[in-house]
């Protein structure tokens, strides 16, 4: 019932900007902490940027500086704003929210995922 749907991911030069959006929809009462993931080929996932409920960031060492994770409460929307990319940049971005859904239950989701593919 609950979905979150990433959108923004592309091919871009090194030193280029993108952001990418993830919505969330479906039976949720409310979200708490959303987060923004990324899997590179043959690697293990790491977490990018996180942002609680109350607005408070976290970034990976890797990306500090060049991104800004923000949400839109009402639109139960959050967003990651890149720049400066790097060849490394390059993986699969995953979306991931701390949610209330139906019947009241608190559990994590996931997005399907968007590519981003940083080369010249």
């Known amino acids: 019932q609950v979905q979150l749907v990433e959108s923004g991911g592309g091919l871009v030069q090194p030193g280029g900007s993108l952001r990418l959006s993830c919505a969330a929809s479906?039976?949720?009462?409310?979200?708490?902490?959303m987060a923004w993931y990324r899997q590179a080929p043959g690697k293990q996932r790491e977490l990018v940027a996180s942002?609680?409920?109350?607005?408070?960031?976290n970034y990976a060492d890797s990306v500090k500086g060049r991104v800004t994770i923000s949400r839109d409460s009402a639109k139960r929307t959050t967003y990651l704003q890149m720049s400066s990319l790097k060849p490394e940049d390059t993986g699969v971005y995953y979306c991931?929210?701390?949610?209330?859904?139906?019947?009241?239950?608190?559990?994590?989701?996931w997005g399907q995922g968007t590519q981003v593919t940083v080369s010249a």
């Open positions: 942002i609680t409920g109350g607005g408070r960031t």
């Open positions: 479906g039976s949720i009462f409310s979200v708490n902490a």
């Open positions: 991931n929210a701390d949610l209330v859904g139906a019947y009241y239950l608190r559990k994590e989701y």
